[in-house]
């Protein structure tokens, strides 16, 4: 892994723009575009009008970058803040910095946003988040779906939260009222506690999760029933 902290923002896309063209690198992560700040601004004097700079920086490099990362297939993940227009009375506030550009040339764009309250462990500490992600754009797929899930500080998405959630969804696992069950018989009492209790289980965790992903494998001879329509 490689970590670069450049100076600006003309440096820190001039160097994304080198990795990606050498084909050495899978994936690179901007983070973020707000924290792009250009040259001139970083140069100039604190109260300096410098209206638009970012938004032109970024449409520049995104014209070069989009053919380059076509070649190599390289993945390029631009993460992003959020801020709020000035004076609007109808719709959504709501914008990203950096100007259009990169809202144009991304093939997929995500929201995503804590949903609830922080998760504590059993000693009161906070742990981790549940996040809510929208696809608010997609060229790949279709775009407007929702996923709901943990984030757990050091670990990343919680895998012992989607195979409780994915598990109910399925009716693998049994829920009534706070209890969670499998094959009739109670496991845990509260969300938390059937976490932990799969973590403290891998093996059982493992053959509910292969039965969950038996539940949503596309049923065989679709693909071929459907190539045969075409």
């Known amino acids: 892994m490689l970590i670069s902290q450049p100076d600006n923002g003309e440096q820190a ?76 009375m109808f719709g959504n506030p709501e914008t990203t910095t950096g100007g259009n550009a990169l809202k144009f040339y991304a093939s997929i764009r995500l929201d995503i946003r804590k949903s609830g309250t922080a998760i504590k462990d059993k000693d009161g500490n906070t742990i981790g988040n549940p996040v809510k992600v929208k696809v608010v754009k997609n060229k790949l797929a279709p775009p407007f779906r929702v996923a709901t899930f943990d984030i757990i500080f050091g670990e990343g998405i919680s895998k012992t939260g989607e195979i409780i959630d994915l598990g109910v969804e399925t009716n693998i696992i049994g829920k009534s009222g706070s209890w969670f069950s499998y094959e009739n018989t109670k496991i845990a009492q509260g969300r938390e506690a059937a976490k932990q209790f799969m973590a403290d289980n891998p093996e059982l965790a493992k053959d509910i999760e292969l039965k969950i992903m038996e539940k949503y494998k596309p049923a065989e001879g679709s693909h071929s029933e459907n190539d045969a329509d075409e």
């Not at 250009?38 to 938004?55: N, T, V």
């Open 13 to 88: 896309l001039e160097i994304a723009e080198n990795l990606i063209r050498s084909g050495a690198i899978d994936i690179i992560v901007i983070d973020s575009v707000a924290a792009l700040v250009p040259r001139s601004e970083i140069e100039g004097e604190m109260g300096d009008s410098k209206m638009g700079l970012q938004a032109r920086l970024m449409s520049q490099a995104l014209r070069k970058l989009t053919a380059t990362i076509g070649r190599t297939g390289c993945c390029c993940i631009f993460i992003n803040q959020l801020r709020e227009k000035i004076g609007v």
